[in-house]
């Protein structure tokens, strides 16, 4: 089969399609055809070798697929029959033509929705809603600073605050992504380059500030992100895109607030947790993704690009220019 590939960490340009071994299901596992994977910076971090995958993963690109049931171990359950349309958050091995997934880890494709739509939700929406829910624990009427807004997890984030009936309010980086996330559901957004969003926070929230933050950047927004945090509020960092050095009183300032900081990693997670996450996002929010829901939930996807130009999406990614996510189509 056909995957993406590199030999050696660093650049987009050493990203290359090779043949490898199709790998076969093992006890309870199901063999998926991937139809579509989408991109993630996770996979940026891993090709420049900053983001090695768990012990026992695929060291194969690739965190969510999206297609088709193929084949199924021993020890399968029944729940899975060939043919059927699945999507998954995977450990890794999701850029290429098949992928073997433990059948817990699988969820059904909504009706109506295409491969190309249901790779953009595993990694993006499970992020998301684990944060909101398990992390942060979101209660109705909350106020939820979302730091990028347009991206894959900022506009289903968007979405689940809307959902649990609270506040989103987000940054990003330009007005058409500051757009973007307005047509997804934010009550407010602040362009972090041009405008100070602390201020324009405690300014939207009448000097209450947020109970909720999402902060995928890090370091660098510490003093803002304390600054527009509510009494009691949580803070939770899932990412460090600007590092994660802090040089100040954070403690002090976290503790005038009685504040708390939250650390996550969905890729990381055990097993058991991970499972609880799904079983909950399929009973509770997939349903919303039908037609003919309400509120009805939706992907955004920026681009799509055929597998033997994975080098492109990465690059795309690497610019920050994507608004939702970029999507990996493989060979029919």
Known sequence: MLAAYFDRPGGPENLYVKEVMKPQP???????????SALNRADLFQRRGKYPPPKGASDILGLEAAGSVAGLGPGCKGRWKIGDAVMAL??????????????????????????????AVPEAWLTAFQLLHFVGKIQKGEK????????????????????????????????EKLKAAANAGAAAGFNYKNEDFSEKVL?????????IILDCVGGSYWEKNLSCLSTDGR??????????????????????????????????????????????????????????????????????????????????MEENKNIGKIVIEMPA
């Open 90 to 119: 995977l450990s890794g091995g999701g850029q290429a033509e098949y992928v073997t997934v433990p059948e817990g880890y699988l969820m059904p494709v909504p009706n109506d929705m295409t491969f190309i739509q249901a790779a």
């Open 144 to 175: 939820v600073l979302i730091h990028a807004g347009a991206s894959g997890v900022g506009i289903a984030a968007i979405q689940l605050v809307r959902l649990a009936k609270a506040v989103p309010i987000v940054t990003a980086g330009s007005q």
């Open 235 to 316: 803070w939770i960092v899932y990412g460090l895109l600007s590092g994660g050095e802090v040089h100040g009183d954070l403690l002090a300032r976290l503790l005038s607030k009685r504040g708390s900081i939250h650390t996550s990693l969905l890729r990381s997670r055990d097993k058991e947790a991970s499972n609880g996450y799904r079983q909950s996002f399929t009973e509770d929010v997939l349903p919303y993704f039908s037609k003919g829901a309400s509120p009805h939930l939706q992907t955004l996807v920026d681009s799509v690009y055929p597998l033997q130009e994975i080098a492109e999406a990465h690059r795309l």
């Open 26 to 36: 093992g006890e309870g596992e199901v063999l998926v055809k991937v139809s579509a």
């Open 203 to 211: 300014e939207f929230t009448q000097g209450a500030g947020v109970d």
